[in-house]
């Protein structure tokens, strides 16, 4: 299966488009949840880091005077994200990595708000999602032809059906973590009021 790099790339827009549309719906449904609020726009912010490494790829096309025009068309939305510097940083060293930095220290990450290079308001994060759904729509809709093309092929060689991997209820989930908590503190039985809030071991 041969695409060409366009196709690719509406593809990879369209997957994105297909998550961040979910998760606006969800934390625009609940705004009064502080912690759905930071998981859901903390997930947003790494799609939208994702939907920049993908424009920029998608940008080097502009040789093609219909790529050009969707990047005019998109400027807007695109020169909103590009105002905060640091979300590649910010994903890359807190949100999908675990707070180190690429020499292993520790990511200092006040320095990312400080610095004015990420946002730290949900409002905005939720803005920032919108955007890139706002420039996604506009690449697929300018492009809707090659889009549909794309598809049929991409869907015509992989599998149609992903099959069932893992617990599918909540009794299940519910059997399996007690029995993976149970299994934990009997290695060390003061973890179980750790477990439960209770961080202080007897002395």
Not at 123 to 141: D, R
Not at 159 to 181: A, C, L, V, Y
């Amino acid at each position: 299966m041969e695409l060409t790099n366009l196709q690719e790339s509406l593809l990879v827009f369209a997957g994105l488009k297909n998550q961040l549309e979910p998760a606006l719906r969800t934390v625009k449904r609940y705004p009064l949840d502080d912690e759905l609020k930071f998981t859901v726009t903390s997930h947003l912010l790494i799609l939208v880091s994702s939907f920049l490494e993908e424009w920029r790829r998608f940008s080097g096309l502009g040789c093609d005077e219909s790529v050009r025009k969707t990047l005019r068309s998109a400027s807007p939305a695109i020169k909103r994200i590009s105002q905060w510097k640091g979300i590649r940083t910010l994903r890359s060293t807190v949100l999908a990595h675990p707070f180190r930095q690429k020499d292993g220290s520790l990511t200092i990450v006040e320095s990312l708000y400080e610095n004015n290079l990420v946002s730290s308001e949900y409002a905005e994060s939720i803005l920032l999602g919108e955007c890139a759904v706002y420039a996604i729509a506009t690449a697929i809709c300018q492009h809707n032809c090659i889009y549909e093309k794309a598809k049929l092929k991409y869907y015509s060689q992989v599998r149609s059906k992903i099959p069932i991997n893992g617990i599918q209820t909540m009794s299940e989930f519910h059997k399996e973590i007690d029995r993976i908590r149970l299994a934990i503190t009997v290695t060390d039985p003061c973890l179980a009021d750790c477990f439960q809030g209770n961080s202080r071991r007897p002395s």
